[in-house]
């Protein structure tokens, strides 16, 4: 019999395993005194002990603040196998397999993050083009993609697509607890 755990079930948990797997023969080949080796093994092991621990939290802030640094423990490691081409101990070609895992990696955190929070702000999807190529949208749009059935309909939330934040207000408070002054008899 084979026990699961919830965060075993995720995609995006299996995949950060893969990756991994796949980083062990990159760190064997490297001298174990250079630096990006231990940064890359670092990183690489952070991202699914994050998304374990996000997984098993209750509440969706801290659900997201996990998965987040499981997002930015990817962009790490993207980022090391990027020196590792520079420093010149891989190409460019032995490197390929490992980044297009942690693009996929790093988009399933990202959808992750956004189908746990409701009052993020995200950006649309554009068309970006470096150098001298043309950008094909003057400006990027950025707009809360999540609705929620507290948010107020304000001007300023509606102008900006911004979600606004539900505060208790003193009426909500539970009917056995009175509010006074500090000088009140």
């Known amino acids: 019999m084979h026990t699961s755990l919830d965060h075993e079930k995720l995609e995006v948990y299996q995949a950060s395993v893969e990756f991994i797997t796949w980083t062990i023969p990159v760190l064997d080949r490297l001298p174990a005194n250079a630096s990006v080796r231990n940064q890359l093994d670092r990183a ?24 987040d640094n499981a997002r930015g423990s990817a962009l790490e490691s993207a980022a090391c196998l990027d020196v590792l081409v520079a420093k010149r101990f891989f190409g460019t070609g032995e490197i390929e397999p490992g ?29 970006y083009q470096a150098g001298a190529e043309k950008q094909t ?11 929620s059935k507290n948010q107020k309909s304000d001007k300023f939330t509606k102008r900006y697509g911004l ?17 006074t002054a500090p000088n009140a008899r």
Request: charged share 20%; with cysteine; glycine share 6%.
């Open 99 to 127: 980044k297009a895992m942690l693009v996929r990696i790093v988009s399933m955190l990202f959808g992750l993050i956004r189908a746990n929070s409701d009052t993020r702000v995200f950006e649309e999807p554009g068309s």
């Open 137 to 147: 949208s003057g400006r990027s749009k950025i707009r809360n993609t999540n609705t």
């Open 163 to 179: 979600s606004s934040v539900t505060y208790q207000r003193r009426n909500m408070l539970p009917k056995n607890i009175q509010v």
């Open 44 to 67: 690489s092991t952070s991202i699914p002990l994050n998304i374990a621990e996000g997984n098993g939290k209750f509440t969706s802030p801290d659900r997201c603040r996990f998965f």
